[in-house]
């Protein structure tokens, strides 16, 4: 897969492409069913796939008081989208350049003229262009002036409910973690890089590792997990908290995890934490006798639900 984050970037090789626009926030379901489509149309068209999307949320830029926590930060969308295998991936900055393309100038001067576009995919309701005023209906009316065929995913439906990208932050706030897997097609994860805590982990007989959590991340509700963590390809059961410490009082939100099987420092590596199932809310003790009995407690869950 190849990434351009600049339109200049762009650079196709005079190659026709199947093309997928959207936010792609979550990269939940109601996403792999617009990726899905627009692959598809690549095989079947003999046409390269090509995802355009932003590498930040376009309020960020229009309404900056008012950006939706994001679920996953760019690092962990390009892993995602490697994993599905497209041709080409655009991650443009959504800046004031963007806002004043008018909508037919968008299609005819980037899908068209920058991408090659012979095939287009979006969703529903998606927008675009200065003041959001290029909608779907306009697609379908330039498909024919351009030479570009089109499909537009309806709404994706489970369970009698909508799969959006608002729904996975309402459950992951909520701590409703196996409703958000099954809404995302795949456990909810954090990567990061392992840092130094003030060890109290390793001082109650529970060494954990420590991720920073980033900025403007949709976390998790506070509590303690069930959780898969990936260290150097390898998958290891791991029991993890999300929370302020308040035993020991500490500030700002901390994600640690007990990695069983794992009996070394980490500090300065790269890990992923892939939440599986909620097991308590995060709990301030009168005493750390009282945390490490409840601390045993969770592991003693964890290791009954990967039958160690």
Known sequence: MKIFFEIEEIDIENEATSVALGTFDGLHIGHAEVLNIMKEAARLKGLKSFVYTFSNHPKEFLTPDQVPPKIMDIDEKVQIFTRVDVD???LIRFDEAQILFEPEDF??????DKLNMKHLTVGYDYRFGKKANGNVALLIELSEKYGYTYEIVQPIMRNDVR???SLIRE???DGRIEEANFYLGR????KGLVVRGKGMGHKLGFPTANLRIKDNISTIKPGVYITETLWKGDIYPSVTNVGFNPTFEQTGIHLET????????????????HFVKRLRAEIKFNHVDELIVAMQGDLSKTKAYFNI
């Open 88 to 90: 080409y991936l655009a």
């Open 163 to 165: 799969v959006s990208s």
């Open 258 to 273: 007990y990695i069983l099987g794992v009996d070394q420092e980490m500090y300065d590596e790269i890990i992923e934490v």
């Open 171 to 173: 459950l992951l706030s």
């Open 187 to 190: 456990k909810h994860f954090i």
């Open 107 to 112: 299609v005819k001067t980037i899908l068209i």
